[in-house]
Structures are given as C-alpha cells and as structure tokens.
T-cell receptor, first 115, second 114 residues
Framework: AQSVTQLDSQVPVFEEAPVELRCNYS??????LFWYVQYPNQGLQLLLKYLSGSTLVESINGFEAEFNKSQTSFHLRKPSVHISDTAEYFC?????????????FGQGTRLTINP | DGGITQSPKYLFRKEGQNVTLSCEQNLNHDAMYWYRQDPGQGLRLIYYSQIVNDFQKGDIAEGYSVSREKKESFPLTVTSAQKNPTAFYLC?????????????FGAGSRLTVL
C-alpha cells in the first residue's frame, strides 16, 4: 500500500531564508510524486510533479524537489522564501490501481514566513 | 474559464440532517473525486468516479453517498450516519487513464454541524 509521511507539521522561517519541507513515501509499484499547495480557505493547486526522467523538478515560482529513490524521499526546497509563500504544502504519491487513479496525501506542512 | 465549482462555500447543519454538496466541472474530465480535509490529517478520499454511472468507495466512505448521472456533476451527500461530519470538503477532477494525472481541485465547501 502507498503511504506518505511529511515529517514536519509546521515550519516557521524568516523572509528570504531557505526552506526545506520533507516528504517520505512508500510504494510497491511505479511512483508518481506531487507537491500541491493550499492557500487559506482555498482548494489545492499543483506546485510540481515527478513522473520520470530527471530527478530534480522545478516549479515556476522558485521551488524545486528532488526524487531520491534509495531514500524514498521527495523533499521540497526553496533557496529564498517570500511572504507570499505562506501556505500549507501537501506531498502526494499516485498510482493507477484497479482501473482508477489513487492519490495518497501526506498530513501537510504549514509554512509560515515571518518578516 | 474552465474549472471546478463547489457550492455552497459554507454550510451549517443540525445533527440528524442530510446535506448535499455540489460539484460541477466544465473541463471535460472523466474522473472526479471527493476528499475530506481535517486539520493535521491531510486529505482522505471519500468516493471517486472514473465514468458516468459508476463510482467506488474510497478510504472513508461510511456515512456518505454520491451519484454520477452526468459527466460534469458529482454531488456528495453527507448523511446523518456520518458521526463527525464537520470538515472541509474538496472536489477534484482529472483527465486520462494513468497514475500520472494531475488533479484539478475546487475551492472547497466547509460544513459545520451545530
């Protein structure tokens, strides 16, 4: 069975500091990995995804994540955060099982940016 | 613009009442999903549907029911059998037949039981 563990429920950082949000997964089949972001009282939006190929994937707003198969991790990083990055971030693992896509989410990490 | 519309945004219900949450999409997506979000627990899958007139239970289907009579619509009914219905409910849709599909989410409906 698939599962996702986000190791930190809350991460406070200062503006312009670097940040890493940690995600570990378990999956017995092929792996598709996602990071979604949720701003207050909104739905989730895709931040980035790993499907195959290069293990380093990037988003348009400066986030990046690296797929590490040996450590079963997909940590999210940004070298310099902004106030606008304040949100909750969800890591997810996906697969096609019995004729349907099954997406399993982690518990979420709340990123708070302090000025 | 294409997207997913959930209504109502906020809903209050007395104990013992059924309530239906609406989810409509104009993305021409085949698959639709309902998730429940509680603080510190991430998102948990309630029901999903890959095609019209067919749907499957997710991980926490007890106390909920759905229908999929049209491709565009996937309403969720929270019944009185759901022991703890206060939560944020998210509807999503996806196109394709692969585990690599990206889900598009609605803005959510917040249900509070008084």
């Amino acid at each position: 069975a698939q599962s996702v563990t986000q190791l930190d429920s809350q991460v406070p950082v200062f503006e312009e500091a670097p940040v890493e949000l940690r995600c570990n997964y378990s999956s017995s089949v092929s792996v598709y990995l996602f990071w979604y972001v949720q701003y207050p009282n909104q739905g989730l939006q895709l931040l980035l995804k790993y499907l195959s190929g290069s293990t380093l994937v990037e988003s348009i707003n400066g986030f990046e994540a690296e797929f590490n198969k040996s450590q079963t991790s997909f940590h999210l990083r940004k070298p310099s955060v902004h106030i606008s990055d304040t949100a909750e971030y969800f890591c997810a693992v996906s697969d096609w099982i019995q004729g349907a896509q099954k997406l399993v989410f982690g518990q979420g990490t709340r990123l708070t940016i302090n000025p | 613009d294409g997207g997913i519309t959930q209504s109502p945004k906020y809903l209050f219900r007395k104990e013992g009442q059924n309530v239906t949450l609406s989810c409509e999409q104009n993305l021409n997506h085949d698959a639709m999903y309902w998730y429940r979000q509680d603080p510190g627990q991430g998102l948990r899958l309630i029901y999903y549907s890959q095609i019209v007139n067919d749907f499957q239970k997710g991980d926490i289907a007890e106390g909920y029911s759905v229908s999929r009579e049209k491709k565009e619509s996937f309403p969720l009914t929270v019944t009185s059998a759901q022991k703890n219905p206060t939560a944020f409910y998210l509807c999503a849709s996806a196109h394709g037949t692969s585990g690599a599909n990206v889900l598009t989410f609605g803005a959510g409906s917040r249900l509070t039981v008084l």
